[in-house]
C-alpha cells in the first residue's frame, strides 16, 4: 500500500466513512455540519410520509448539478426543485436519466436540508458553524 494510500485510509477512518454501526444509540462524533455530527442528532418533526417523499424527490434533482445526463436536460427539474415546497415535480421526474450518476450521500446531504427546510429549522448548525459558512 503506498503512503497516499495510507494516508487516505485514514482520513476516511476518521470522518467515519467505512464505519458499519448502525445502531440508533451510537455517538453523533461526526463533523457538526453532517448527519453524523451533532446536526443529525435532530429529531424530525412535523414531517409526514408525503411530505418526505417530495422532500426526497427534490433532493434527488438537487444532486444531478442541473446537468446534462444520457441526453436528459436536468436543469428545468434542478431549478423547479430549488423552489422547496412550491415545486411543481413528481416522481415521475426521476425516471429517464441513470441514477448512477449521481452521488448517494450528496442525496442524503440534500434530503436533510430538505427536511430541515420544511421543518422551518434550515441551516441546523451549532451558531459558531454558522459564522464560518455565512
Known amino acids: 500500500m503506498s503512503e497516499f494510500d495510507r494516508l487516505w485510509d485514514q482520513i476516511e477512518h476518521d470522518l467515519g466513512f467505512n464505519d458499519y454501526n448502525m445502531v440508533r444509540t451510537r455517538p453523533y462524533s461526526g463533523q457538526p455540519h453532517r448527519v453524523n455530527g451533532v446536526r443529525g442528532a435532530t429529531e424530525i418533526r412535523g414531517i409526514t410520509f408525503r411530505d418526505l417523499r417530495d422532500a426526497f424527490i427534490r433532493a434527488v434533482l438537487l444532486s444531478t448539478g442541473a446537468e446534462i445526463i444520457d441526453g436528459v436536460d436536468l436543469r ?16 415521475n421526474d426521476l425516471y429517464g436519466f441513470n441514477l448512477d450518476r449521481l452521488d448517494p450521500m450528496a442525496v442524503v446531504q440534500n ?11 434550515y441551516p441546523n ?5 454558522r459564522a464560518e459558512k455565512a
Not at 428545468?76 to 416522481?91: D, F, H, Q, T, V
Not at 427536511?115 to 422551518?120: H, I, N, S
Open 76 to 91: 428545468p427539474r434542478y431549478e423547479e426543485a430549488c423552489k422547496g415546497e412550491l415545486a411543481c415535480l413528481c416522481e
Open 111 to 121: 434530503l436533510g436540508c430538505e427536511v430541515e427546510k420544511l421543518m422551518g429549522i
Open 125 to 129: 448548525l451549532p451558531s459558531d458553524d
